[in-house]
């Protein structure tokens, strides 16, 4: 039933940076916990990056710590996955996702079963 809208995705070359956001315009958002997932071409889908309801807490994946900060404002309703020093391999369809309420003190391992609201993605290109 929550539905999520992904945005900020576009085409960066290598080395830039993009801000991707995760809104839920009917719904309030602070009672989740968040996570970006992404699906490179042709591979399957992998987690990325999670975030406790308050903020309190984050969790990386290897490929992207210290390149990637997750955040969030609740007051503004919306979770930031701010990308910088971009490589092609971070081309992907980015997702973001809410955590299944029975699963919350095991989405920060980012497995996508347990989330149980997706928005559509937003496509991220990395590319000279």
């Known amino acids: 039933q929550l539905q999520l809208v992904e945005s900020g995705g576009g085409l960066v070359q290598p080395g830039g940076s993009l801000r991707l956001s995760c809104a839920a315009p009917e719904f309030r958002l602070d009672y989740y916990d968040i996570g970006w997932f992404r699906q490179p071409p042709g591979k399957e889908r992998e987690g990325v990056s999670w975030?406790?309801?308050?903020?309190?807490?984050?969790n990386y994946a290897d490929s992207v710590k210290g390149r990637f900060t997750i955040s969030r404002d609740n007051a503004k309703n919306t979770v930031y996955l701010q990308m910088n020093s971009l490589k092609p391999e971070d081309t992907a369809v980015y997702y973001c996702?809410?955590?299944?309420?029975?699963?919350?003190?095991?989405?920060?391992?980012?497995?996508?079963?347990?989330?149980?609201?997706w928005g559509q993605g937003t496509q991220v290109t990395v590319s000279s």
């Open positions: 996702a809410a955590c299944d309420w029975n699963y919350a003190y095991r989405c920060r391992f980012l497995r996508a079963f347990h989330f149980n609201s």
């Open positions: 975030i406790s309801s308050s903020g309190g807490s984050t």
